[in-house]
Nanobody, 127 residues
Framework: QVQLVESGGGSVQAGGSLRLSCAASGLTYSRYCMGWFRQAPGKEREGVAAIYTGGGSTYYANSVKGRFTISQDNAKNTLYLQMNSLKPEDTAMYYC????????????????????WGQGTQVTVSS
């Protein structure tokens, strides 16, 4: 049974930082696209960043480039999202997801490509 468990969300002031973690278990393939999505109230789910576990290729949405960094620790089966210079518009529920596909800088995250999801962790950025 696949489980993705996010942690690390919280409330910060604009300009602050947070690091989200996603502990993965039960993934049977060695190569997945692991992604972070976010969803604010009344808005569609948005792909933020992704990393291909087979080679480390990454993707970032334009809105977070230069501020967010996605990384993985294969030994711990954990995905991270380091978020710096946070803005009020980054406020959302953040979800970790996994899908058995290739991804990289050329790939625009599509939620329908991801079959496994965590429960989400809330990030609130105040001005």
């Amino acid at each position: 049974q696949v489980q993705l468990v996010e942690s690390g969300g919280g409330s910060v002031q604009a300009g602050g930082s947070l690091r989200l973690s996603c502990a993965a278990s039960g993934l049977t393939y060695s190569r997945y696209c692991m992604g972070w999505f976010r969803q604010a109230p009344g808005k569609e789910r948005e792909g933020v960043a992704a990393i291909y576990t087979g080679g480390g290729s990454t993707y970032y949405a334009n809105s977070v480039k230069g501020r967010f960094t996605i990384s993985q620790d294969n030994a711990k089966n954990t995905l991270y999202l380091q978020m710096n210079s946070l803005k009020p518009e980054d406020t959302a529920m953040y979800y970790c997801a996994a899908g058995p596909r290739l991804c990289g800088s050329w790939y625009v995250l599509d939620p329908s490509d991801f079959g496994y999801w965590g429960q989400g962790t809330q990030v609130t950025v105040s001005s």
